[in-house]
């Protein structure tokens, strides 16, 4: 059996957000036994699992992500859209936009200290639609 729904995630800064309780929320009921894939409609931001306790990794992650990819570089052609735009595609494209995550005894799968991002790549993004599709 095939569930899919659609749902926004509230609207977050820039930055590397924890969110695994948010999307929990919007789930419908869990099979025992199936998978969770989880897809952003969005083109600058992102989804990822990571560290779920320590704050500082997600303060971290933002660091390296804009050390790597910085805004205002001469050879950028896309640059209509603000400053952030162009190093938020690029982000979004390396991070990438769905996951999918075990389901066993009527929850997610996933170690102790793993938890669902949102990496929000703009500075003014906007709630971010997420299409969820449970299989069982």
Request: one cysteine or more; hydrophobic letters at 40%.
């Amino acid at each position: 059996m095939v569930v899919q729904t659609e749902f926004c995630l509230k609207q977050k800064v820039r930055g590397f957000h924890l969110v695994t309780n948010e999307i929990l929320a919007a789930l419908p009921v869990l099979p025992q036994t199936g998978l969770l894939n989880l897809f952003i409609k969005h083109t600058s931001a992102a989804l990822t699992i990571n560290e779920n306790c320590d704050r500082d990794v997600r303060t971290d992650m933002n660091a390296i992500f804009n050390r790597l990819i910085k805004e205002r570089e001469p050879y950028y052609e896309h640059v209509l859209e603000g400053d952030d735009d162009m190093p938020a595609h690029a982000k979004s494209t390396i991070v990438g936009v769905s996951l999918t995550i075990p389901i066993s005894d009527g929850r997610l799968n996933m170690g102790t200290w793993q938890g669902i991002y949102l990496c929000e790549f703009r500075n003014h993004g906007g709630s971010r639609r997420i299409v969820a599709t449970v299989i069982s």
